[in-house]
């Protein structure tokens, strides 16, 4: 403040002693407006350029007392600003206080007002740009994100350099006196109707703005999207595009990406991937000897990680089966399917050298009772379903179909009757169908026979 005090008192003390022959040479140029407008124009030149020489140094200054790391390019950017102030600003005042009609003092105001607008907002534009630079390259922790990604970055300064371009034609036309009313309106009017046709478009370029700001995944990543999966190879503003395996590219919408779940194999710093291989073996084996097999089989590919830990569980056991899991690593997510059919095709030729059963089907041994459900019998048209026949006894395929006379065709009858053709049944009254309805199937069967 002592500092402060004293260039304050200084500087009235200077304006104190020239000021009296600033006012002479001041009167000397009345009868010359211009020329001496000229002067003053000269003077603020010199002034301006003295001005923005050394307030950046001071600006250098307390950016390294702040251990600011931008502090030199802010200083560098404020050198042109502060001259293009000081120096518009005096014109703006010579043109006030000099001798000019209304017309012309309006173009000239309306004129330096436009310059200074265009050019504070070029530097915010510019003041905005290294800030989004030392959001998206500054130093991180391990547990930290980035606000601002390094693949973000040219979007954010677009879309900056649009707002403000917006801004900068409203008051530019303001300065002039030009009314934006009606302009405003009809670009409103016209955004709303381009925001209606293209809502699925403004959806994906929106999903895209928060896929390239959150960083989900990143160009080079493995992911898995539904029943797709691949590699990204390129994150747009309306699409991702994947490379599958098979080299075939994919692109997918950026909205249907947000919306979905989205499986990353390579988000960890280490690429390693632990797979999962299940092998189901008949009910029964040694588990000791399929835990050998499969860590055996694990051991000779080439693929899997021999350094990382390797296990076999029995995750499940029916009846019929036993299920054994064969947990490993491999060093890359692209090496999942080939590494995955190397392991079974070895675990099979193991399983075929030591005469190991596989998992057989469930049996059902049959009763000597054959069960048949009626599920429906209408009035006119007769439908019986056999959902199960044992082994036992021949199966009887009824092809339904009645005539229109009312009666039902049997195509095959089963060699356990002999023999026979088919016939045509009558069919029955509605008292006595609700009767045959409650006979046992057995009966009926007989009743056919007969």
């Excluded at 709303?192 to 989900?216: E, H, N, Q």
């Excluded at 990543?221 to 699409?239: E, M, P």
């Excluded at 690429?271 to 835990?291: E, F, W």
Aim: contains cysteine.
């Amino acid at each position: 403040m002592e500092l402060m005090d004293q260039i304050t008192q200084w500087l009235k003390t200077i304006v104190a002693t020239i000021s009296p022959y600033l006012k002479q040479g001041w009167n000397i140029f009345n009868d010359y407006t211009y020329l001496r407008a000229t002067l003053l124009i000269f003077i603020s030149f010199f002034i301006a350029k003295f001005i923005s020489q050394h307030v950046p140094l001071l600006i250098t200054k307390l950016a390294q007392k702040f251990k600011f790391e931008r502090g030199e390019k802010l200083a560098k950017l404020t050198r042109p600003l502060i001259f293009q102030l000081v120096f518009l600003s005096s014109i703006g005042l010579i043109a006030h206080f000099s001798e000019l009609n209304d017309t012309q003092h309006f173009i000239v105001v309306a004129t330096v007002k436009s310059f200074l607008i265009i050019f504070i907002l070029l530097f915010i534009y510019k003041l905005i740009d290294l800030m989004l630079e030392h959001l998206a390259y500054k130093e991180t922790g391990a547990n930290e994100t980035r606000v601002i990604q390094p693949a973000t970055l040219p979007l954010f300064k677009n879309i900056t350099l649009l707002l403000l371009i917006l801004v900068a034609i409203h008051q530019v036309f303001g300065a002039w006196n030009i009314d934006m009313t009606a302009l405003l309106a009809s670009a409103g009017i016209v955004g709303l109707a381009i925001g209606m046709a293209s809502k699925d478009t403004l959806s994906d370029v929106i999903a895209g703005i928060l896929i390239l700001t959150d960083a989900p995944y990143r160009v080079g990543d493995v992911i898995q999207i539904g029943a797709q999966a691949g590699t990204i190879t390129s994150i747009g503003i309306r699409s991702t595009r994947i490379l599958t395996k098979d080299n075939i590219g994919i692109t997918v919408p950026n909205g249907k990406m947000g919306a979905s779940e989205v499986i990353n194999e390579s988000t960890a710093e280490d690429t390693s991937l632990r797979i999962k291989l299940s092998i189901q073996a008949a009910y029964g084996v040694d588990p000791k000897t399929i835990r050998e097999i499969m860590l055996g089989a694990a051991k000779e590919t080439a693929s899997v990680l021999q350094d990382k830990k390797m296990a076999v569980l029995l995750s499940d056991f029916q009846p019929y089966q036993t299920t054994f899991t064969l947990l490993c690593w491999i060093p890359e997510p692209d090496l999942k399917s080939n590494t995955l059919a190397t392991l079974r095709e070895k675990i099979y030729l193991h399983f075929l050298k030591d005469d190991i059963p596989l998992s057989l089907p469930e049996k059902r041994e049959a009763n000597g009772i054959q069960q048949i459900e009626i599920t429906a019998i209408p009035e006119l048209l007769q439908s019986i379903a056999i959902k199960q026949l044992p082994e036992i006894t021949q199966s009887i395929a009824i092809k339904e179909m009645p005539d229109r006379n009312g009666t039902l065709s049997i195509k095959e009858i089963p060699d356990i009757f002999g023999r026979g053709q088919p016939r045509n049944l009558r069919t029955p009254a509605t008292s006595s169908h609700q009767k045959s309805e409650q006979k046992p199937a057995a009966q009926r069967s007989n009743n056919d026979k007969s």
